[in-house]
């Protein structure tokens, strides 16, 4: 089992920055690969970003890119998204996750924390 538990959301104003942890733990902690998932009102659950666990090689989904930084700390279990440049449309709950690459990616993680609100005023 794998528990994950986000902090960091909150309200910001458009181009303000913030930024998402994410604590994991579990035993096979280092078997997955660990990422972000948002969903905003009314819209399915998308990928945001992913990183694998021992490379550290990252992915993110376009509209995201140059504006939020996945990172992991290995030593704290812990998984970081720095949001800059933030945007109305990055309203959303932010789901810590789980999983394979490939499935982070399809937005079908393993497991998943309780969510943290990000909500962007324009």
């Known amino acids: 089992q794998v528990q994950l538990v986000e902090s960091g959301g909150g309200l910001v104003q458009a181009g303000g920055s913030l930024r998402l942890s994410c604590a994991a733990s579990?035993?096979?902690?280092?078997?997955?690969?660990m990422g972000w998932l948002r969903q905003a009102p009314g819209k399915e659950r998308e990928f945001v970003a992913a990183?694998?666990?021992?490379?550290?090689?990252?992915y993110n989904v376009d509209s995201v890119k140059g504006r939020f930084t996945i990172s992991r700390d290995n030593a704290k279990n812990t998984v970081y998204l720095q949001m800059n440049s933030l945007k109305p449309e990055d309203t959303a709950v932010y789901y810590c996750?789980?999983?394979?690459?490939?499935?982070?990616?399809?937005?079908?993680?393993?497991?998943w924390g309780q969510g943290t609100q990000v909500t962007v005023s324009s």
């Open positions: 990183i694998s666990w021992s490379e550290g090689t990252t």
């Open positions: 579990g035993r096979t902690l280092s078997s997955y690969a």
């Open positions: 996750a789980a999983g394979t690459t490939s499935a982070l990616r399809r937005g079908v993680p393993n497991y």
